[in-house]
């Protein structure tokens, strides 16, 4: 097409205009896969920036207390003492908790005794036994329930110091019973105890600023606690103190023991008595004794399991001791073959009227005290050994009568003897320091030697208070023999050895490791060995009484000592000889 202008350029115009409109269609088809693309980073970017402000946000989800705990029957509650919960279950009787007198005995206080023949809780305090009978129906202090005693836990807060919790949903009861030199931690901001170490663990308790923890263990960030509430868990360590000791004020009010003892060291000897005749021989047997102030004679036994003993108690005996400044202390044993200890003191029967018969009889005779050696007890005689001491300390007191008791030196074996609970009822534990070699044992050896007879005193005295602790020596030394591979001794008397050593010209030394002087000698196709017990080795027993400050010494036995000993033990006793 043309005009006088000049050609009009509408193809030009037209592919100048689609290509432009390309372009732009070009452009709009990018954008959206761009912005989709963008989208998708920005989600990703603020999932990321949200999942990482989570992790720092500590969660107050509550824990399932049920799982926490573990499911219980509606008529039992979970039972958390101090920082353990127990496996062990309280029966409920509506809102009143019953525990096991197993594990009242077990955590809480051994005294509650449980009389299977009876059928009934004893309690011994210091001046009285409390009995109090089981009942088959809930309501009262002890309820018989499916064969096992349960106690009221009233009942058990009546002669025990104790915080206690009770809650539902589940049925818990939490008890707190320490409360002097106890490890705590105090939130020094309003926080939470949870189930684990980590803010995203559940939670178990708030916690208030302010607030007190038990102190369990420290982690790197976290502190493990109980709350006295009973709950076990963890806390963040930044938001709780460092750790402290405390003692907390207490308003329970129970009874105290008090002791009879002698305001002077204990100097005892045990004098073996046999029968009521051999009495007439004490003024000869102590012609010769000084510094001793208490004589135990060996006047009574256990003779069946119904706890009937036999007597050989005298007055004029007494009589005899009282006017050389003695104190008598008539000892009791259990050595008669034909009695089971076990029968004799879990029965709560016999068990009194083994009792009833040896006060009797002190008092009868006008002695001072009474001391039992009930030796090689077994394990399950051990409960029982310890409530006949219980019993057996109130009617001493009741009439003045000093009790005392012997025990073996502190073995994993004896555990069961415990010793502590033994210090808190009677007036002086006494350590049987010998035998530590006896007619039987696979090797010869020292019957006391030093290292053994210190470590023996350390061990008591880590559960019984040294000033009533007293430490018994030896006056005896074994010979031992060894014939064709065959090991066998005999005890015998400090002359005795001294003249065996003599006799057989046997090569003497002082053996610095078990602080004696050692001897041997061959003789008719036999080795002989002996650790000899003497002045020098009896002193350095002796010693230990000043170092550890102990209640004194004792001595087995009368009649086995040569004449100058008790000016050795004596000298050693009260320090002036001390090296």
């Known amino acids: 097409m043309k005009n006088n202008f000049g050609p009009i350029p509408i193809e030009k ?56 705990y573990g499911q219980t029957g509606e008529s039992e509650a979970v039972i958390i003492i101090g920082t353990q919960i127990l496996e062990e279950k309280a029966a409920m009787s509506g809102e009143q908790p019953y525990l096991p007198v197993d594990v009242v005995d077990s955590y809480l206080n051994q005294r509650y005794y449980w009389d299977e023949e009876g059928q009934q809780i004893l309690y011994a305090t210091p001046s009285e036994l409390v009995s109090v009978p089981a009942s088959s129906e809930a309501g009262g202090d002890v309820w018989l329930k499916d064969g096992t005693a349960y106690l009221s836990l009233d009942f058990v807060k009546r002669y025990t110091d104790l915080d206690t919790y009770v809650y539902q949903q589940p049925n818990r009861v939490a008890i707190q019973k320490d409360f002097s030199g106890i490890s705590v931690v105090t939130a020094n901001k309003d926080t939470y105890v949870r189930y684990r170490g980590g803010i995203k663990a559940e939670v178990l308790s708030k916690i208030n600023k302010g607030d007190n923890l038990l102190f369990m263990e420290e982690l790197e960030n976290w502190v493990q606690v109980a709350t006295w509430d009973g709950y076990i868990g963890y806390v963040e360590k ?65 003779s069946d399991n119904s706890g009937n003993i036999i007597n050989n108690a005298t007055i004029d005996y007494v009589s005899t001791a009282h006017d050389r400044g003695l104190k008598v202390w008539g000892l009791v044993d259990n050595f008669t073959q034909d009695i089971s200890t076990y029968e004799v003191l879990s029965k709560t029967s016999s068990r009194q009227n083994l009792i009833t018969q040896l006060v009797n009889a002190a008092v009868g005779a006008g002695i001072d005290g009474i001391n039992v050696d009930f030796e090689q007890l077994s394990e399950d005689v051990g409960i029982h050994f310890l409530e006949f001491l219980r019993e057996l300390s109130i009617e001493c ?37 010998y035998d530590e070699h006896y007619v039987g044992s696979e090797e010869a050896g020292s019957v006391a030697s030093l290292p053994w007879v210190e470590k023996g005193i350390q ?29 066998s001794s005999e005890a015998i008397g400090m002359d005795t050895a001294q003249e065996v050593v003599s006799t057989n010209n046997a090569q003497v ?15 008719d196709g036999c080795t002989y060995q002996i650790w000899i017990e003497d002045a020098q080795s009896i002193a350095a027993k002796v010693q230990l009484v000043q170092t550890y400050n102990l209640a004194g010494v004792a001595a087995w036995k009368l009649g086995f000592e040569n004449s100058g000993i008790w000016q050795v033990i004596t000298d050693n006793l009260s320090g002036s000889t001390a090296q």
């Open 509 to 523: 030394y002082w053996d610095s490791d078990v602080s004696q002087n050692y001897g041997s000698f061959e003789k």
């Open 397 to 433: 007191h009741k009439n003045n009568l000093v009790l005392s008791v012997d025990n073996p030196v502190p073995e994993d074996f004896t555990s069961h003897y415990d010793r502590a609970e033994q210090g808190r009822v009677v007036d002086y534990v006494i350590i049987m320091g």
């Open 13 to 68: 115009d037209l592919y100048r205009e689609d290509n432009i409109y390309m372009r732009r269609r070009r452009r709009r088809r990018i954008n959206p896969v761009i912005i989709v693309g963008l989208l998708i980073a920005a989600v990703a970017v603020i999932g990321i920036v949200t999942t990482l402000i989570m992790r720092r946000i500590p969660t107050k989800k509550q824990m399932d207390l049920t799982e926490y």
């Open 238 to 302: 930044k938001s709780v103190s460092d750790v402290q000791t405390v003692t907390m004020d207490r308003t329970f009010a129970g009874e105290d023991y008090t002791y009879l003892t002698m305001d002077q060291p204990v100097n005892l000897v045990w004098h073996q008595v046999m029968s009521t005749d051999a009495n007439a021989g004490l003024s000869d047997s102590i012609q010769n004794m000084t510094g001793v102030n208490v004589i135990s004679p060996t006047w009574f036994y256990v």
């Open 459 to 487: 061990d008591t005295i880590a559960e019984v208070p040294a000033e009533r602790v007293i430490n018994a020596v030896p006056f005896y030394t074994r010979l031992w023999k060894t014939e064709a591979g065959t090991l």
